[in-house]
């Protein structure tokens, strides 16, 4: 597929690389495709793409959100409603507060009535939006090594055909997929990523993730 990656932070150049080793034609987009990680990126992935936001979502059959959350809404804006309509939106973003962690716990701007995602699909209701990537650090992202355990990504959208192409996708990175339902399931998948960061900022290990188990 052509998978286009709006944000170039360490989550968006990290699962850029992750499609790319997985096959799929890939974007980078940025506001400043010249600026030095986006250089940088593009020296490290000879077959990797670069582009404005616009140029990005244009290009792409998937797009990945990877920016932070407070600026998700001007990015799809820049990438231009046309061309992020009807196409799948993976949406790895927090609502992060700006403000420091708290006994290694980091802040929300929403609560657990409101979500993020909720928001942006209401803002953009023409795009298919999948909650994925958001509660696992960027080095876990893609092939995580668990010594064979396999971990569950939990997502959450109101389209089932995003569902199952983000369900693909998330098995050629590793993961199972626990699908939580309809939107307002980001309500909770969202402050998951507070829970995985706790001993992070704690003790300074990012090696946690997540594992769904039934009985």
């Given amino acids: ?29 940025s506001r400043n495709p010249g600026k030095d990680e986006v250089v940088k990126w593009k020296a490290e992935n000879k077959n990797g793409l670069a582009g404005s936001f616009e140029e990005t979502a244009s290009f792409a059959e998937v797009i990945v959100l990877a920016v932070k959350g407070k600026i998700s809404s001007e990015a799809l804006t820049l990438a231009g409603k046309d061309n992020i309509g009807g196409k799948v939106i993976i949406d790895a973003t927090n609502p992060l507060a700006d403000a420091p962690p708290t006994n290694g716990m980091l802040k929300l701007y929403t609560d657990l009535n409101h979500s993020l995602m909720e928001k942006l699909q209401e803002e953009f209701p023409d795009a298919k939006f999948v909650k994925a990537f958001n509660s696992v650090g960027a080095g876990m992202m893609h092939k995580p090594d668990l010594n064979g355990l396999q971990p569950t990504m939990f997502i959450c959208g109101n389209d089932a055909a995003a569902k199952t192409t983000v369900t693909e996708i ?45 009985k």
């Avoid at 998978?3 to 989550?11: A, E, F, S």
């Avoid at 968006?12 to 890939?26: D, I, K, N, P, V």
């Avoid at 980001?186 to 829970?195: F, G, S, T, V, Y």
Wanted: include cysteine.
């Fill in 1 to 29: 597929m052509k998978i286009g990656i709006i944000g170039t932070g360490i989550v968006g150049r990290t699962l850029a690389s992750g499609f790319l080793a997985e096959g799929h034609q890939t974007m980078l987009g």
């Fill in 170 to 214: 998330l098995g050629q990175f590793g993961w199972e997929t626990a699908d939580m339902g309809l939107v307002d399931a980001a309500r909770i998948i969202e402050p998951l990523c507070i829970l995985v960061c706790i001993p992070g900022f704690q003790k300074n290990d990012w090696t946690y993730t997540l594992k769904f188990v039934k």
